[in-house]
Structure formats: structure tokens, C-alpha cells
């Protein structure tokens, strides 16, 4: 399993974006140093209260040029026609792949805040299309020299991609995917679906993921593919020293969840592509039990905590977690990298080195015993055979 820190820079009422940017800046070098396969940051328009990056292709460049490791995955670029053209959107992924020496990935989506759509004059019953078009003519442009797309939102003449990225057979693309319909689009496309978000439960993902699987086994693809199964936690990853502590720290991040969702309902309503988003008024986001080991929005807790948490995920067959570290004071988010990188990931990258405590380890010893004796008096008794044998030669 890939594990991908996740900040929208959200920054606290009294606080400047500069100051939240230079924050961010230390939470992914040490999400590196800690372990953390890659960071991503959603592209957020005239966001208000929970979200600050409304430019990762200016921010990524930044990073990778500080870092030596970590991935970047775009979570995600939003790909109405308003908003960004997706042969622009090709040639920027392909300059910060040769930039990161083949460490960006591309996530897609159509936005969901009516903020954004509206300040870009998005038509929320025509974005999904200009999406799927996007999507189509970028794969395009990364895989065919020369390409050419002619669709209903585009119409390119044959031209070369410049510059070309450096990954084989493209950087990886994925989608967000909110609902199944979007799941089996992504599956049927051969990219990646990135799943979860709406604290409906861990079902609701789960049965996305063997959508997931169905479909991509059932489709026939003319072409190479990047799929991969990813699972986001929006509502926050928090680590703490104690379950209580963690818990406790963690409780504001509630009120963002509730303002991040305040649009879903009202997208619900101006089209049918977003109808899947109106089950949100049914989650009680005050119920402090159900939201932090029921909603699959939340892996909170002590080191031990998040590991069993985790290993849900594991067992289910997913591939990337997406893990939103944010809304919080800055030494608490460090510290939490700081745990979780140290505690967590190891469990599920390298279990055979995690250090176990001293009584486990007797105790399987003092188990292993009989069985070890016992080898050692079928291994005598041979052996006395063995002799018996040669004295009678």
C-alpha cells in the first residue's frame, strides 16, 4: 500500500497564506523523511475556510525541487473547459515530470463546489463530458506524436506534445470517483479511481473497490493503462501519542467537514451528474463515534489505533490511501507526520523489521519449544539408525 500526505492548505482565521504556505513546505520534507510515498494537494478555487491551493503546478515545482523522493499526485486537476484546457494541462504535467525526474501523477476531476463553478461560469450538466474529453485528448497527446482529438468540447488538428514526459507509458492518471457510476467510468478508462470522501461508511468503498476490479477485468483496453485502486480519508488523518489525545485534537476538524460538504447538497440539485451527493444530509457529523471509526473520513488515534484502522483498507485490496493532514495547528500536523511515518507505514512496507516487544518474542519461543525437541529426537533417533546399520556392515 502507497501512502499519500494530502493538504489543501487550509489556513486558520488570524493567519496569512504566506505563513501556511511556508507550514506546508516542512509537513511534506518531513512526510518524506518519515516514509510517506507521495503528496497532493487538490486544486481549490476562491475557496473559503477550507482550502488555500488553488495553483499546484506553480506549488509542486517548488517542492520537487526540495525534495528527492516523495511523489506529487494532483488531487486533483479540474478539467472543465473554463478552467483548464486540458492540452495545457498535458504540456504542464509533462514539464513537472521531467522537473521531478519522473515523480508526478496526475489526478482528475469536474469540481465540487459551487464557489468554483460558478466563478469559472462552469455548466455543472456539461462538466462531466468536457472531464471524460479531457481526459481522452491528454492520454492523447502523452501516447500518440503526432495526436489529433475530435470531440464535441474539442477539436485539435494533428500536433506534437512539447515537451514530452519522461514515465513509460505516461505519468499515472487517475480520477476522483464519488459515486459507482464514476468508478466504473474510471475502471472502463484503465485509470486510476480514487474512492471515498462522503462519510457514508466503509461498505460504500468497499463495494466500490469490487466495481472497481469487475469492471476494468470486463473491459478490453486498445491501449496502455494506469489503473489503481485509491482511497481517500478526507475528514483527516490525526496521530497522537494517546487515542484520547488524538481524538481530542482532532474534534475540530468536524466543522470542516461540515463546511466542505455544505455545497454537496445544492449540487445535488442543479444536475444529475451530482445527484450521488445529496446523501450527505443523512451523516450526522456531531456524533463523534460514528465519524471517527465509522464514516471511513477519519483514521485518528495512537500509533496502535491507526495501524489496526488501517489495516481495514488493507484487507479490502486498496492500493494508494490518501490521507488529508490539515485543518489543525501546525506542531500538531508535524508531530502526527512524525508518528504515523514512524509507527504506521512501516507495519504495512516493511512488517518484518518493525522491532516487536521483548515478552511477544519469548513467548513464541517458549511456544516454538516442543516442536524444535521434537526434531531433535526424530533427528537422534535417525541418526542411532544410521549407526545401528553401519555396525552390522
Not at 159 to 180: D, E, N
Not at 253 to 273: G, H, I, N, P, Y
Not at 337 to 353: A, C, D, Q, S, T
Amino acid at each position: 500500500m502507497d501512502f499519500i500526505l494530502m493538504t489543501e492548505g487550509d489556513t486558520p482565521p488570524g493567519l496569512t497564506h504566506d505563513h501556511r504556505y511556508r507550514e506546508l513546505v516542512e509537513e511534506v520534507l518531513l512526510a518524506e523523511q518519515v516514509g510517506f510515498d507521495a503528496f497532493g494537494s487538490s486544486e481549490q478555487h476562491v475557496a473559503i475556510g477550507t482550502a488555500s491551493i488553488s495553483a499546484p503546478e506553480v506549488l509542486y515545482p517548488y517542492l520537487m525541487a526540495l525534495t528527492n523522493r516523495i511523489r506529487f499526485i494532483h488531487l486533483v486537476t479540474l478539467l472543465p473547459t473554463r478552467m483548464n484546457h486540458a492540452l495545457r494541462v498535458a504540456e504542464r504535467v509533462a514539464t513537472e515530470d521531467i522537473l521531478s525526474h519522473g515523480r508526478v501523477e496526475l489526478g482528475t476531476g469536474r469540481g465540487n463546489t459551487t464557489l468554483a463553478l460558478r466563478a469559472f461560469e462552469v455548466d455543472p450538466t456539461e462538466n462531466k463530458a468536457q472531464w471524460r474529453e479531457g481526459i481522452e485528448l491528454i492520454r492523447r497527446a502523452f501516447l500518440e506524436d503526432p495526436f489529433s482529438f475530435v470531440g464535441e468540447h474539442y477539436k485539435i488538428p494533428p500536433r506534437s506534445l512539447v515537451p514530452k514526459p519522461l514515465q513509460t507509458p505516461h505519468p499515472p492518471i487517475s480520477a476522483a470517483t464519488g459515486s459507482p457510476s464514476s468508478v466504473a467510468t474510471a475502471a472502463s478508462m484503465g485509470i486510476g479511481a480514487i474512492m471515498g470522501g462522503f462519510y457514508l461508511g466503509f461498505d460504500l468503498v468497499e463495494n466500490m473497490l469490487k466495481l472497481y476490479d469487475e469492471t476494468l477485468a470486463a473491459t478490453t483496453h486498445p491501449h496502455p493503462i494506469t489503473p489503481r485502486k485509491m482511497v481517500l480519508v478526507s475528514g483527516g488523518m490525526h496521530c497522537a501519542e494517546t487515542t484520547a489525545l488524538a481524538r481530542k485534537q482532532a474534534r475540530p476538524l468536524f466543522e470542516m467537514t461540515k463546511l466542505s460538504t455544505d455545497a454537496f447538497e445544492r449540487l445535488a440539485k442543479l444536475s444529475k451528474d451530482y445527484a450521488y451527493m445529496g446523501a450527505v444530509k443523512d451523516v450526522d457529523f456531531d456524533d463523534e463515534e460514528y465519524m471517527f471509526e465509522r464514516s471511513q473520513g477519519f483514521v485518528v488515534g495512537e500509533p496502535e489505533h491507526c495501524v489496526e484502522h488501517v489495516q481495514r483498507y488493507a484487507d479490502m485490496g486498496v492500493e494508494s490511501l490518501v490521507l488529508r493532514v490539515d485543518s489543525l495547528p501546525h506542531d500538531q500536523l508535524m508531530r502526527s507526520i512524525e508518528l504515523f511515518g514512524k509507527y504506521v507505514i512501516p507495519h504495512f512496507k516493511h512488517p518484518r523489521n518493525v522491532v516487536r516487544p521483548a515478552d511477544d518474542v519469548l513467548a513464541d519461543i517458549r511456544a516454538a519449544r516442543p516442536a524444535h525437541e521434537e526434531a531433535l529426537r526424530r533427528f537422534q533417533a535417525q541418526r542411532d539408525l544410521q549407526n545401528s546399520v553401519a555396525a552390522v556392515r
